[in-house]
């Protein structure tokens, strides 16, 4: 399998619970995921068929619902769950993902805060 093959999501923005404060269990807030993809795309490459790659289409739905329907604590953990589901498909090798919280709840300037995981199928 070629792992510089990638196909990368950036800026992929939803509105969730996730925080360790209670403010942040009862209002829901912005997050925004970037994610890369490694996987094998020569196929795709050489037949055009969507069949044949990874339907990005579907990988941001699939982010948007980690999002929206759970609740998590840490953005750690969201990184995590998003993780595991991109490796459901056994196409892809490593995936690399960034969650980042547009507005931290902090008493100082702070544009995001985030976290960036990446996992690789063993």
């Known amino acids: 399998m070629s792992a510089s093959d990638q196909i990368i999501l950036s800026g992929l923005r939803a509105v969730g619970f996730c925080g360790a404060l209670p403010e942040e269990q009862e209002r829901p807030q912005p ?4 994610l890369v993809v490694e996987a094998d795309l020569p196929a795709a490459g050489a037949s055009d068929r969507l069949e044949d790659t990874i339907d990005y289409g579907t990988l941001g739905e699939a982010v948007v619902g980690i ?7 840490l953005i750690e953990r969201m990184a995590e769950v998003i993780t595991e589901r991109v490796l459901e498909d056994q196409r892809v090798s490593t ?7 547009l507005r931290p709840p902090v008493p100082f300037a702070l544009e995001t805060s985030s976290v960036r995981i ?5």
């Open 95 to 101: 995936v690399t993902v960034t969650v980042k919280k």
């Open 118 to 122: 990446t996992r690789t199928r063993s």
């Open 67 to 73: 999002i929206t329907r759970h609740r998590f604590v």
């Open 31 to 34: 997050f925004e995921v970037d």
